[in-house]
């Protein structure tokens, strides 16, 4: 068993730029400590990845908050983050869940069987987008996230998508399973 961290969004874009939160900002300490416990090479990491057009597509339309865009510091991931995983693969991602990243990971399952760890911004969006992406992919593979190094767009949106991913089998680190 092969046990590897996903470290979703860590931009600076959803920390502290233009759709950054108090308790993104809270995480980052966290989220570091984290990732020193995994080896290098088990390490891999998304970045939301929008184009200058982004207020036209269906998602700015939506949210219409310019963010991420390719390119720009709010783009590019924590400084800190970045340099505490300088080997992670990084996938960047045009929507909410990765189908790259999750064919990635299927296609690694394939060598040696993975289990997978979610951290990063924002649970109640993209953490469990690729959460459950992930789960559709590999359903007998044990995916979990830890609750405490993910923050979504309010607190209790993060705690609704917490009970979303439990009730889909995803796995709480740091919390007895039922």
């Not at 991931?77 to 929507?95: G, L, N, Q, S, Y």
Request: charged share 25%.
């Amino acid at each position: 068993m092969k046990k590897v961290l996903v470290v979703i969004d860590m931009q600076n874009d959803f920390i502290d730029g233009s759709l950054g939160t108090a308790e993104a900002q809270a995480i980052v300490g966290r989220v570091l400590e984290k990732i020193k416990t995994y080896p290098a090479d088990r390490i891999y990491a998304t970045r939301d990845t929008h184009g200058g057009d982004y207020l036209e597509t269906p998602e700015g339309k939506s949210l219409p908050v310019v963010h991420c865009v390719r390119g720009t510091d709010g783009w590019q991931i924590r400084p800190e983050i970045a340099r505490a995983m300088p080997d992670a693969v990084i996938v960047d991602k045009p929507t909410f869940g990765s189908t790259a990243l999750a064919e990635l990971l299927f296609e690694e399952n394939k060598k040696e069987t993975l289990e997978i760890e979610l951290v990063g911004l924002c649970t109640d969006i993209c953490v469990v987008s690729n959460a459950l992406l992930l789960k559709s992919f590999m359903p007998d593979n044990r995916i979990s996230v830890d609750p405490a190094c993910c923050a979504g767009v309010t607190p209790k949106s993060h705690e609704a998508a917490l009970l979303t991913m439990k009730m889909c089998q995803i796995a709480m680190e740091g919390q007895e399973q039922a």
